[in-house]
């Protein structure tokens, strides 16, 4: 039973995402894409949360107070998520629904695909030397009703705030769900977020390849169906596989397996219309939203961003292509000095009042 409950709330997952996604994406001037909404509410929701998250640390405030918080604020976006996007969604959901029946062999593909991949990683035995770390920082927040003030791996207390998980509150978003659902976090960390992971990344495939192939379903599903064989066939540390089939539940798998490609996604629809504002502005959420996942994302989507986007200046003869990518690529530079700063000893947050 909990782990048909785990399961569930994976989709529970989606849904408060994309709910999320419709206080930004819905408006009756356009068309609302169902993909684009939930992936534009899953980086609106971490971004809220971390902006809840870090005065609660910096107040040396409870976890249960920063769960009561956030089930108030999700709650509300949600119910103005609702309010917003229900009368576009019908439209929305009829369309979809009208070009699976048109193609419907090949989205029954497409459902086999990410369901039996999902089933082969999901039963498979996942350890890795970090999987201590981040089942152990979710169930040490419960245990202690604190927020990063014990360390994960041993349980001493902590005088200051480690800046490499400082603003990547990835883990502590569990902590609260965890309290907020009653379930334990091993099914949490191990089921609901690595299921979650699954779906997020053939959403973002999916994406990808209805940008690249247009209306041909069946193209689709055949990028789909080679980018899952390359995953199976290709777990290495060097590569994204291994943390999608043997790390799901860390941040780093959603950095290398949504905000990556996600990005990738990105340059391809500016490489259509450059002057979409509204692709930039899902580029700079992502890039907001990105390291509240992983401290990596501060490094690595700075340097997705400047090998794809600004290209386009050169590509579309258009200098204003560079303030606008300079301008995505802040948040993670800004944190990244932060990181420095703290390494120098410069900028150290305690757990205590000084």
């Not at 039973?1 to 709330?9: F, G, K, R, S, Y």
């Not at 204003?320 to 300079?326: D, R």
Request: hydrophobic share 55%; net charge positive.
């Amino acid at each position: 039973m909990q782990v048909v409950t785990a399961l569930t709330l994976a989709l529970v997952n989606i849904i408060i995402y994309f709910l999320f996604g419709c206080v930004l994406c819905a408006s009756k001037k356009r068309e609302l894409s169902l993909t684009r909404t939930v992936f534009a509410g899953f980086f609106f929701y971490y971004l809220l949360f971390t902006l809840c998250c870090i005065p609660i640390m910096l107040r040396w405030r409870p976890l249960h107070v920063l769960a009561r918080l956030w089930a108030a604020v999700a709650l509300a976006v949600c119910i103005l998520g609702a309010a917003r996007g229900i009368e576009l969604c019908k439209p929305a959901i009829g369309k979809a629904a009208s070009f699976i029946r048109s193609h419907i062999a090949a989205f029954a593909g497409m459902v086999c695909i990410v369901s039996v991949f999902a089933a082969i990683v999901l039963i498979s035995y996942q350890f890795t030397l970090d999987a201590s770390f981040y089942v152990g920082d979710v169930t040490t927040a419960l245990q202690t009703d604190t927020v990063r003030m014990y360390d994960a791996f041993t349980g001493d207390w902590q005088d200051h705030y480690d800046m490499r998980y400082f603003f990547a509150t990835f883990p502590m978003n569990d902590a609260v769900m965890c309290s907020l659902f009653r379930i334990h976090p091993l099914l949490w960390c191990k089921i609901t977020i690595s299921l979650t992971a699954i779906l997020l990344t053939f959403m973002v495939l999916y994406m990808i390849g209805r940008q690249l192939y247009g209306a041909s379903a069946g193209r689709i599903c055949l990028f789909m169906l080679f980018a899952a064989v390359a995953d199976f066939f290709m777990i290495t540390i060097y590569t994204t596989a291994a943390f999608l089939t043997t790390r799901n539940y860390e941040g780093k798998c959603l950095l290398a397996n949504v905000v990556l490609p996600g990005i990738l996604y990105i340059y391809i629809r500016l490489l259509e219309d450059v002057r979409d504002m509204r692709t930039w502005l899902l580029l700079l959420l992502t890039a907001l939203g990105s390291p509240v996942l992983s401290s990596t994302s501060n490094m690595l989507v700075p340097a997705m961003i400047g090998v794809t986007i600004v290209p386009l200046a050169f590509i579309k003869k258009d200098v204003a292509v560079l303030p606008k990518a300079v301008l995505c690529m802040l948040p993670g530079v800004t944190l990244t000095v932060i990181y420095i700063l703290y390494v120098k000893n410069i900028i150290v947050f305690y757990t205590f009042p000084r």
